[in-house]
């Protein structure tokens, strides 16, 4: 068990549809990515946030957008979803200051997304 | 702008044979380099990097994983392959300087298959 949450675990949902994705980090850890897995374009990385503040951006879409909390939880909100989302979404969070060099991350479970 | 390429999707050993999982990558300075592990169901988990401090790189579960710059490679072995090892490896680049977790660009995995 790595300590980060995800939830849910499964996301069934339709064309057009806008969903909403949630991530516990380890308690301690600031730093909050997301990446999004699938078969055609492997592991991406979406977009990091720093204690509650928005630090790199990846391969997100603009129909994604993501935050962090002050208790430092964060969501991936999707909209306007279409086939091509269908993906595992993994929330990862890490210990040190991001670009430290012994940064190490600790990923959840994912989010398994299917859009129909 | 950094790349990693992994040969084979699927790779099959035997129980006790070497394991060899092989990554190139491509990087326009030093870089830094990864190799995560995903089993089924479960987010992925560090086995090793590579910073610079030595080419050859000790990790987890008996892995080892040895840069050569003037192969442009990363390739990740282990003496003898356990059943446990079945499982989705990735290879990593950063060229960040602390090898921080934005900078991350994933090789699209190896599936490692252990025949009894």
């Known amino acids: 068990d790595s300590g980060v949450t995800q939830t849910p675990k499964h996301l069934i949902t339709a064309t057009g549809q806008r969903v909403t994705l949630r991530c516990s980090p380890r308690?301690?850890?600031?730093?909050v990515y997301w990446y999004q897995q699938s078969l055609d374009q492997g592991l991406q990385f979406l977009i990091q946030?720093?204690?509650?503040?928005?630090?790199a951006k990846g391969n997100i879409l603009e129909r994604f957008s993501a935050q962090q909390f002050p208790d430092l939880h964060s969501e991936l909100n999707l909209s306007s979803l279409e086939l091509g989302d269908s993906a595992l979404y993994f929330c990862?969070?890490?210990?040190?200051?991001?670009?430290?060099?012994?940064?190490?991350?600790?990923f959840g479970s994912g989010t398994q997304l299917s859009v129909l | 702008a950094q790349s990693v390429t992994q040969l084979g999707s699927h790779v099959s050993v035997s129980e006790g044979a070497l394991v060899l999982l092989r990554c190139n990558y491509s990087?326009?300075?030093?870089?830094?380099l990864f190799w995560y592990v995903q089993y089924p169901n479960q987010g992925l988990q560090l086995l090793l990097k590579?910073?610079?401090?030595?080419?050859l790189v000790k990790g987890i579960n008996g892995f080892e994983a040895e840069f050569k710059k003037s192969e442009t490679s990363f390739h990740l072995t282990k003496p003898s392959a356990h059943m446990s090892d079945a499982a989705e490896y990735f290879c990593?680049?950063?060229?960040?300087?602390?090898?921080?977790?934005?900078?991350?660009?994933f090789g699209k995995g190896t599936h490692l298959i252990i025949q009894p």
């Open positions: 990087s326009s300075v030093p870089p830094y």
């Open positions: 990862a969070s890490s210990v040190v200051i991001p670009g430290g060099s012994n940064e190490k991350l600790f």
């Open positions: 946030y720093y204690n509650g503040e928005e630090r």
């Open positions: 308690s301690g850890d600031l730093s």
């Open positions: 590579y910073t610079s401090a030595a080419t």
């Open positions: 990593a680049v950063s060229e960040r300087s602390g090898g921080g977790a934005d900078g991350l660009t």
